[in-house]
């Protein structure tokens, strides 16, 4: 629960009216998450986080119906990359994977939010762990994550 808090708390400092929603189901992918809220699993965010040989790690935001182009993504940032791995995940977000929040991270990384996004008025993003779910619309998760638009996903 102390990883809910954590964003909890990031959502009260920044004055939003963004509210968590905690379920009994598990919401850890995305058709989970989809089944869970009842919507579609392009509405829901999945934040995934990356390491690179020249810009460390760094975290993309899609719908949860897209895959990313790894051709894209090294374009993206000037180098070949990796899915980070839990331990890295844990690590850099202080979420674990399932439940990664893509803010209220305890270092800052480049978060970069796919046009995916754009697709719908809100999506569901994770809340720190893999039973939360956050609405919130494409420009709050900008705002939020001082995000990097950008079109990775196909």
Same mark, same amino acid.
Do not use: W
């Given at each position: 629960?102390?990883?809910?808090?954590?964003?909890?708390?990031? /959502?009260?400092? !920044?004055?939003?009216? /963004?509210?968590?929603?905690?379920?009994?189901?598990?919401?850890?992918?995305?058709?989970?998450?989809?089944?869970?809220?009842?919507?579609?699993?392009?509405? =829901?965010?999945?934040?995934?986080?990356?390491?690179?040989?020249?810009?460390?790690?760094?975290?993309?935001?899609?719908?949860?119906?897209?895959?990313?182009?790894?051709? !894209?993504?090294?374009?993206?940032?000037?180098?070949?990359?990796?899915?980070?791995?839990?331990?890295?995940?844990?690590?850099?977000?202080?979420?674990? =994977?399932?439940?990664?929040?893509?803010?209220?991270?305890?270092?800052?990384?480049?978060?970069? /939010?796919?046009?995916?996004?754009? !697709?719908?008025?809100?999506?569901?993003?994770?809340?720190?762990?893999?039973? %939360?779910?956050?609405?919130?619309?494409?420009?709050?998760?900008?705002? =939020? %994550?001082?995000? =990097?638009?950008?079109?990775?996903?196909?």
């Amino acid at each position: 629960m102390h990883e809910i808090e954590t964003v909890r708390v990031f /959502l009260q400092q !920044r004055n939003t009216n /963004l509210e968590i929603i905690v379920l009994d189901e598990d919401t850890s992918t995305a058709p989970l998450a989809a089944r869970a809220l009842g919507k579609e699993v392009g509405q =829901i965010a999945k934040s995934i986080l990356f390491k690179s040989k020249e810009a460390d790690f760094f975290m993309v935001v899609s719908t949860g119906d897209v895959k990313i182009d790894a051709k !894209r993504l090294k374009k993206l940032v000037g180098s070949k990359t990796r899915m980070a791995n839990p331990e890295e995940v844990r690590e850099i977000t202080g979420f674990s =994977i399932g439940g990664v929040c893509p803010f209220a991270l305890p270092r800052q990384i480049d978060i970069y /939010l796919d046009e995916s996004l754009k !697709r719908y008025e809100v999506v569901y993003a994770a809340a720190g762990a893999a039973n %939360t779910a956050l609405p919130i619309t494409y420009d709050e998760l900008m705002n =939020i %994550t001082s995000g =990097i638009p950008c079109s990775v996903s196909i």
